[in-house]
């Protein structure tokens, strides 16, 4: 059974920096690509940043040089990190972790957490 369980998120100022994270149970990192994306009501969910089963990276356009998302085995899960700094408003949203099953394309998600960047 895969499970993901997210913390961080909350109110910043434009210029400041949070970390999110996903633990994830039950997924094996080589293979799954492991992933945060993000939503604005209203709009379709797009992806932020993505680490594939062979640990590289992507990232959007609009996030690379400020967001750095990172996987790191605690033993009992993964946990899926993306720092986030030198916040912009454009960047609130609602952001979720998603891991994909590389063979069988099953995908879960996390629960959700809000980024509100606001002087």
């Known amino acids: 059974q895969v499970q993901l369980v997210e913390s961080g998120g909350g109110l910043v100022q434009p210029g400041g920096s949070l970390r999110l994270s996903c633990e994830v149970s039950?997924?094996?990192?080589?293979?799954?690509?492991m992933g945060w994306y993000r939503q604005v009501p209203g709009k379709e969910r797009e992806m932020v940043a993505v680490?594939?089963?062979?640990?590289?990276?992507?990232?959007r356009d609009s996030v690379k040089g400020r967001f750095t998302i990172s996987r790191d085995n605690a033993g009992y899960a993964v946990i899926l990190t993306l720092q986030l700094n030198n916040l912009k408003p454009e960047d609130a949203a609602i952001y979720s972790c998603?891991?994909?099953?590389?063979?069988?394309?099953?995908?879960?998600w996390g629960q959700g957490t809000q980024i509100t960047v606001s002087s």
């Open positions: 998603r891991v994909t099953n590389s063979r069988t394309r099953n995908e879960y």
């Open positions: 039950g997924a094996i990192p080589t293979i799954y690509f």
């Open positions: 680490v594939t089963p062979v640990g590289s990276t992507n990232y």
